[in-house]
């Protein structure tokens, strides 16, 4: 099938070791923020979302940090399993709109 | 199913042509969302749905897009007199509330080429 993210940005991490995904968004009025990650061939599915009034927040195996100073998220997965590779994305909403805008993805690849 | 669902997989059109892509969101799911993706890009919102209500469809590229969601359920998205431009990944997304704040649930999108 198609893949996804033919050029985007790509990260390789050993199998094991800790993933750190950034992303910088581009409004500062948006006050709600997500991570997907995506599979060739298949919709994002949600992995975890953070709102404004915080500046971090974990689940498991993955933790998002938000700086609403410098406008920058970050999707950090501990132990990366050849499972989470996948491209990564980003997404925010803009306080007192329905648009979520997506940033451009990252390629997550697990090196065995 | 327990997921978004989504018709036909695969469209293939040609220049010209009117097509109509489906959406069955989880059932129950008061929010509907389309996005279009273009390969190698995240995905671009269309329009949004709460129900029946259409409340933003600013993402709409040109007139020639048209989306529904008449019984507050399944929503079809149709565009007319079809461009190459319009090749892509349309997807469809539902959440269970209305507004925003939450998850939203994808489906596996169609995939559009126009020829």
């Known amino acids: 099938g198609e893949s996804v993210g033919l050029h985007l940005p790509t990260l390789s991490v050993q199998e094991g070791d800790n993933s750190i995904i950034n992303c910088a968004y581009s409004?500062?009025?948006?006050?709600?923020f997500i991570w997907y990650k995506q599979e060739s061939g298949k919709g994002p599915q949600f992995i975890i979302d953070?709102?404004?009034?915080?500046d971090k927040r974990q689940g498991q195996r993955v933790t998002v940090l938000l700086n609403k100073t410098v406008k920058h998220l970050s999707l950090q997965i501990a132990a990366t399993q050849p499972g989470d590779s996948a491209v990564y994305f980003c997404?925010?909403?803009?306080?007192?709109?329905?648009?979520?805008?997506f940033g451009t993805g990252t390629r997550l690849k697990v090196l065995a | 199913g327990a997921g978004v669902s989504q018709s036909p997989r695969y469209k293939v059109a040609k220049r010209g042509q009117d097509v109509a892509l489906r959406c069955d969101p989880i059932?129950?799911?008061?929010?509907l969302f389309w996005y279009q993706q273009a390969l190698g890009q995240g995905p671009e919102f269309l329009t949004y749905?709460?129900?029946?209500?259409?409340?933003?469809k600013s993402g709409l590229p040109s007139d020639r897009f048209f989306a529904e969601r008449p019984e507050g359920s399944v929503s079809t998205l149709k565009i007319q007199r079809t461009q190459q431009e319009d090749s892509a990944v349309y997807l469809c997304?539902?959440?269970?509330?209305?507004?925003?704040?939450?998850?939203?649930?994808f489906g596996d999108g169609t995939r559009l080429s126009i020829l």
């Open positions: 997404a925010e909403n803009v306080k007192g709109t329905y648009k979520y805008i």
């Open positions: 953070i709102r404004s009034n915080m």
């Open positions: 409004n500062s009025a948006s006050d709600y």
């Open positions: 749905f709460q129900n029946e209500a259409q409340l933003d």
């Open positions: 059932s129950g799911h008061v929010s």
């Open positions: 997304a539902s959440s269970s509330q209305g507004g925003i704040g939450q998850p939203q649930h």
